[in-house]
């Protein structure tokens, strides 16, 4: 499982790389591998505001569908249109693949997120149980 | 395992039922349900709704239109169809499809029929389908659900999942044909659709057969807001498809046109017009006009009433513009 050391990281397996005040978003390794072959990425609608937590796109697989949820609170000012038409681009890579790109309200909110040491235990667990 | 008994065949309110079990419901059991609609076809979350279905088919037999939160391709149930549903914790089941339907091929077995779990999320008799599978993830919580054709009227589906032949494209999610089956072909005796429940759900919830509870008149009354708010509304079932693009070309007596519209969330976003035809008014304005109105026909048709077809069109009847744009 490749786990970046330089991200954050979610429960639901979201990934956020910080710069300045704005942070890329994507899905973690964990994610795409378990979702399999991903045939549909819903992405956010540009310009709104979003609380973190709150579900803003829908990534489709051959699996399952599984809800985008906006890690950190802010305004999303950009979107990676590319994955409309390429949503293979997120098993290809997903931590080169940003979905959305989201101007923060409270830098504060990043600490109740994971570093890459804690996300690693958390995904073991995730997967054995214990 | 807990099953919610829901004998409502309302596929509104059943798919706002699943929406609330995985979403709303903070249950430290898992969740089970047998449950059946009246003539419907349910797409998938990411499909483009009108690219799946028979409008005039679906309009005359008062077929009803739905999302599921699920993804894959469009399905037709009726009441000779049966959908189980599972809302479990675990999210390590997650792609696990064998598991959830591993209690259908068994119950098949029990009854003398020979049933398997194909690669693509169905399961086969002989190979044919009469099963689909999906799940939807959300949070930590899982649900599967899945289709049981057991005497359902195939002419129908067959018939209702019959889009037109309109030059449609997006990137939504395509459904795949499969050839179907009901399970009554295969039995060796007689059995209703209400003895085939009963025994399926022994089979699946075997010690555990028995709890069931109703929703109660709280979880009742969110259902039906979900219900209302969302899936009951043509912003959800419509409106809510990937964006796509009509191209729509046609032949009269006074002139060639083609036509070409793009919809994003359910909205006319860009409109050309073309033709060979004399018109007192620039097209360009009805293109204009176009824009922003919702691709639903009782709105094009009162935006084309606003501002007199006639004008760009003189010979041209709002019956057949919304007919070319509306196949």
């Known amino acids: 499982m490749n786990i970046p050391a330089d991200l954050l990281y979610t429960k639901d397996h979201e990934w956020i790389r910080v710069e300045g ?15 399999g072959d991903i045939v549909f990425v819903e992405l956010p609608e540009l310009d709104i505001e979003v609380g973190a937590g709150q579900a803003i796109g829908v990534i489709e697989s051959v699996k399952a569908v599984a809800t985008l949820f906006c890690p950190v609170g802010g ?25 959305a790109v989201v101007e923060l309200n409270d830098k504060s909110e990043l600490e109740t997120l994971m570093e890459a040491s804690a996300y690693s235990e958390f995904c073991r667990q995730a997967e054995t149980g214990v | 395992m807990i099953t919610i008994i829901n004998p409502s065949t309302d596929p509104c309110f059943n ?25 419907t076809v349910v797409v998938g979350r990411n499909q483009n709704t009108i690219e799946e279905i028979n409008p005039a088919f679906i309009e005359q037999q008062g077929i009803t239109v739905v999302r599921r939160l699920s993804g ?35 119950t098949l077995a029990r009854l003398g029929v ?34 049981i054709l057991f005497d359902s009227d195939i002419e ?36 209703s659709v209400a003895e085939f429940k009963r025994v399926l759900a022994e089979e699946i919830l075997g010690p555990d057969y028995g709890q069931d509870r109703p929703l109660s008149p709280t979880e009742l009354k969110r259902v039906q807001q979900l219900c209302c708010r969302k899936h009951a509304s043509w912003d959800w079932a419509y409106g809510s498809s990937p964006p796509f693009n009509l191209r729509r070309t046609a032949a009269f007596s006074w002139g060639n046109i083609d036509i070409r519209l793009d919809i994003k969330r359910g909205m006319i976003s860009a409109c050309r017009i073309y033709g060979d ?42 019956d057949e513009m919304i007919g070319l744009l509306f196949v």
């Open chain 1, 21 to 35: 005040d704005q942070c890329h978003i994507g899905i973690s390794d964990f994610a795409q591998s378990h979702l």
């Open chain 1, 75 to 99: 305004t999303i000012v950009e979107i990676n249109e590319e994955l409309e038409s390429s949503p293979e681009l997120l098993n290809e890579d997903c931590y080169a693949n940003w979905i």
């Open chain 2, 72 to 106: 894959g391709g469009a399905v037709y149930h009726d009441q000779g169809n049966l959908n189980f549903t599972f809302v479990v914790n675990n999210s390590r089941d997650f792609a696990n499809f064998e598991k959830f339907t591993l209690p259908v091929v068994d």
């Open chain 2, 15 to 39: 798919m706002a039922v699943e929406e609330y079990l995985i979403k709303e419901l903070d249950s430290p059991e898992d969740i089970f349900m047998l449950w059946q609609n009246r003539p």
């Open chain 2, 156 to 191: 129908a589906m067959v018939q209702a999942l019959n889009p037109s032949k309109a030059k449609i494209t997006s990137k939504g999610i395509k459904s795949v044909r499969s050839r179907v089956t009901n399970i009554s072909e295969h039995l060796p005796g007689s059995l």
């Open chain 2, 277 to 318: 035809y004399f018109a007192r008014g620039d097209i360009r304005e009805l293109e204009y006009h176009l824009v922003g109105t919702l691709y639903r026909q009782t709105e094009v048709r009162s935006c084309l009433e606003a501002i007199s077809l006639q004008e760009y069109l003189p010979q041209m009847g709002y």
């Open chain 2, 114 to 147: 020979k049933a398997e779990y194909s690669g693509r999320n169905d399961i086969t008799i002989q190979g044919r389908k009469f099963s689909g599978n999906a799940q939807y993830k959300h949070r930590h919580r899982l649900l599967h659900h899945g289709t």
